[in-house]
């Protein structure tokens, strides 16, 4: 019996065009021919509508692409009807460190190929709105995830770097099988396994129109930095296509990881 678990994770997605390249791309993946398919998939989705938060309708569009669990963020909340729907998604979580009472789940356990696969969504509090610690949560929550799920995987949504490493170094040292970085949408280089065991990356990028600001559009962009006067942003349009992801494979018994890669795509032929 094959004892690998191999699971995707795609970088926050950016509105339509984020939206049509995953589906592009996970068309082809996930096609019968393809013999290079993953057991489980998961995206962050907190900015997949109109570039902020997340409707029901693109929440089941997404689902049927392929997608098993979505991630979020700070901007889940930016949709009104998230809280119509979040309390019966099985798919949507919502980062665990809001206080309690906050509609919705910080984590969810799945079922994945003869093994348990819990997935946490986390935010950092460095340069971000003040919210409950994240190593409280590992402190207290993560052994009795661990209890039941071998592979426990982290979405820490956060915007300092040196704050997602060491968040990440502390996850390897208490069985965290990987913390993925995601919030800056900019692709890092720095994949690696941390203490023989936790894969980790700063940022898994963003899917999207290439030629953007992070997803955004250049004018508003423009326009907002140079005056710093409340401008709205629009998500930028283009033919041009990007994803940006990473591969991971696990041991299904002890959650350790075996391999962290990265995934970047350009789709120049993209129909929107």
């Known amino acids: ?18 939206r049509t390249v995953v589906k592009n791309y996970l068309a082809g993946l996930l096609s019968p021919e ?8 998961i995206a962050n989705a907190e900015n997949a509508s109109h570039g902020f938060g997340l409707t029901e309708k693109n ?3 997404l689902l049927e692409y392929g997608i098993n669990c979505f991630t979020s963020g700070n901007h889940i909340w930016d949709k009104k009807d998230i809280f119509t729907y979040i309390e019966n998604s099985h798919s949507l979580i919502r980062p665990a460190n809001y206080p309690e009472g906050t509609p919705g789940v910080g984590y969810r356990i799945f079922d994945v190929s003869d093994t348990q696969v819990a997935v946490v969504n ?3 509090r460095t340069f971000m709105s003040p919210i409950d610690s994240p190593w409280d949560f590992i402190n207290k929550q993560l052994p009795d995830i ?8 982290i979405d820490f949504h956060a915007e300092a770097s040196a704050e997602k490493l060491c968040f990440a170094r502390y996850c390897s040292e208490h069985g965290v099988s990987a913390v993925l970085g995601t919030h800056t949408h900019v692709p890092t280089a720095d994949e690696k396994i941390l203490n023989h065991y936790t894969a980790y990356i700063t940022d898994a990028g963003f899917c999207g129109t290439y030629d953007s600001i992070i ?11 140079m005056t710093n006067l409340p401008a ?4 930028a349009e283009g033919s041009v296509l990007e994803l940006n992801a990473v591969s991971l494979i696990f041991d299904k018994t002890s959650g350790c990881a075996k391999n962290i890669e990265r995934i970047r795509l350009i789709d120049s032929e993209a129909d929107i």
């Not at 004892?3 to 509105?15: M, P, T, Y």
């Not at 709205?232 to 998500?235: A, E, T």
């Open 34 to 41: 393809n013999e290079n398919r993953y057991d489980f998939i």
């Open 215 to 225: 997803g955004m559009e250049y004018q508003t962009s423009l326009k907002r930095l």
């Open 122 to 124: 986390l935010l950092g």
């Open 146 to 153: 661990k209890k039941t799920a071998p592979v426990v995987i």
């Open 1 to 18: 019996m094959n004892n690998e678990l191999k699971i995707l994770f795609l970088g926050d997605i950016v509105g339509k065009p984020g």
């Open 59 to 61: 929440h089941n569009e």
């Open 232 to 235: 709205r942003f629009d998500v």
